[in-house]
């Protein structure tokens, strides 16, 4: 094993050995921001009625955010996908194709959702391990995560993108500062395209040069694990009340009602209005309710992954809690002066993409993170004359790198692979040494282009 790769594994046992779980570094967040409201002026008082205010203003926000998760799992492990995941499995024929395979489709299929590519990707790289003889599972393992170490919230289900496109997910205060910023001024830059390209071909290219030989290779019984297919089974009713559990009528009647809709909506508003992000949401519900085609498989699935969701429940509030005291008393103007000050229209993108990943280790939520930062880096966005749309996707590639090294958003894969932090993070720590400059530098290479 390299240098870069035992640096990595040590670095991730001090994050396991020293770092608070990420509920506590919310809290600690509030504390944070709680006193220093104090500091600007505003009594305890006012600044815990601004905390209490705001708590509830994401609350559409962060259902929506658990659904992905939900929906994303649900499809993911279909009876159909799950099928065309082992097909796929088979693709590869030695370690290094293996971890390249992995990391190429991990990261595609994160451009299309999150939640999905994470459990798929996980899902793969269990089915290649058990396939392919001669293949790393920590390599493995580590290739599933890239997607949501590069390239996902350059994706479709960004959430800072979806964020600033729906009016009805903006807060108040941030709808003042910036207004809605639709995708096309986002997503829809040739220039976060360029990026999510260059991540993804640099990316697979390091995955497969790290992979170590057949003869250093650690199979999963090697790592003290079993191999065992998923299958959620619906079995036969033995009951008449259990009879529509087991039928598929009611999962093809609804599905049909939400078809209708989605036609009729894009009929009257255009393919684009499938990305708002209910209809987002909704398509994955659909897609997953047909391929489970009986509503008790469906409510397996969904049963399994509501405990992945327990992080965005408790988390959400308090970022909009925090995002409330920072608008309210001022101190998100004063930090929008301070980037404004400290930087240039062309300097900016690399504060910005410095500033988010550096946070990022401290609050590992994309969605949260960005309504904390939103409101001062798009006023000085504004004062500099930056591409708001471009802000976000500095953001997006920014907030991404902490991931690679952060083990809060790794927790649904390492369940499904039965792996611990350390075992992957040697290579995704790798991933990071190369990706912080690389991303640092098109940010501000691209913002250049964009007058």
């Known amino acids: 094993m390299n240098r870069l790769a035992r640096a990595g594994i040590k670095l991730s046992d001090w994050f396991e050995r020293w770092f608070p779980d990420s509920f506590v570094l919310a809290l600690c967040a509030v504390l944070a ?28 926000f962060t259902l929506q955010m658990a659904m992905v998760l939900v929906c994303g799992y649900a499809v993911a492990t279909s009876p159909a996908v799950y099928s065309l995941i082992q097909k796929l499995a088979g693709i590869p024929k030695n370690g290094r194709s293996a971890v390249a395979f992995v990391a ?6 994160s451009l299309l959702s999150w939640s999905f590519s994470l459990i798929f990707s ?6 290649v391990a058990h396939r392919v003889k001669g293949s790393d599972y920590r390599a493995l393992g580590a290739a599933a995560y890239m997607g949501l170490g590069s390239t996902w919230a350059l994706g479709l289900s960004s959430s800072a993108a979806l964020i600033m496109a729906a009016p ?13 910023i639709p995708l096309s001024q986002t997503l829809g830059l040739w220039q976060s395209a360029l990026l999510a390209g260059l991540l993804i071909t640099v990316t697979v290219t390091i995955a497969a040069a790290s992979a170590p030989p057949a003869s250093a290779a650690k199979s999963m019984s090697d790592m003290g694990l079993a191999y065992e297919p998923v299958h959620f089974k619906s079995g036969k009713p033995t009951k008449p009340g259990e009879w529509l559990e087991h039928s598929p009528l009611l999962s093809v009647f609804l599905s049909l009602c939400g078809a209708g809709y989605l036609y009729a909506t894009v009929r009257d508003k255009g393919l684009s209005e499938l990305l708002e992000l209910n209809n987002y949401i909704f398509v994955f519900w659909i897609i997953g309710l047909l391929l489970h085609w009986r509503p008790r498989s469906y409510m397996q699935a969904v049963s399994a992954s509501v405990p992945a969701t327990a992080g965005i429940l408790i988390q959400y509030p308090l970022y909009a809690g925090i995002l409330k005291m920072l608008t309210e008393s001022g101190l998100a103007s004063s930090l929008a002066h301070l980037f404004v000050s400290a930087s240039t229209r062309e300097s900016y993108p690399l504060l910005v993409g410095v500033y988010s990943a550096v946070l990022g280790l401290f609050i590992p939520s994309g969605g949260g993170k960005w309504l904390i930062e939103a409101p001062y880096l798009l006023e000085a966005a504004k004062t500099l004359q930056v591409h708001l749309g471009w802000v976000v996707q500095i953001y997006n590639a920014a907030e991404a790198l902490p991931n690679l090294i952060h083990p809060f958003f790794m927790l649904p894969l390492l ?37």
Not at 122 to 127: D, K, P, T
Not at 419 to 435: C, E, N, P, S
Request: aromatic share 14%; charged share 10%; with cysteine.
């Open 168 to 180: 009805g997910s903006i807060p108040p205060g941030l709808m003042q500062v910036s207004g809605v």
């Open 33 to 60: 921001v709680f006193f220093a409201c104090l500091g600007a002026g505003a009594t305890p008082l006012q600044t815990a009625q601004w905390f209490g205010a705001g708590f509830w203003d994401l609350m559409k």
């Open 122 to 127: 996980g899902f793969l790289a269990r089915e």
């Open 415 to 451: 369940g499904i692979l039965g792996l611990k932090a350390r075992d992957i993070v040697g290579y995704t720590a790798l991933q990071f040494v190369v990706h912080v400059p690389l991303v640092l530098f098109m940010v501000w290479a691209l913002n250049l282009t964009l007058r």
């Open 104 to 109: 190429l489709f991990s990261m595609l299929t």
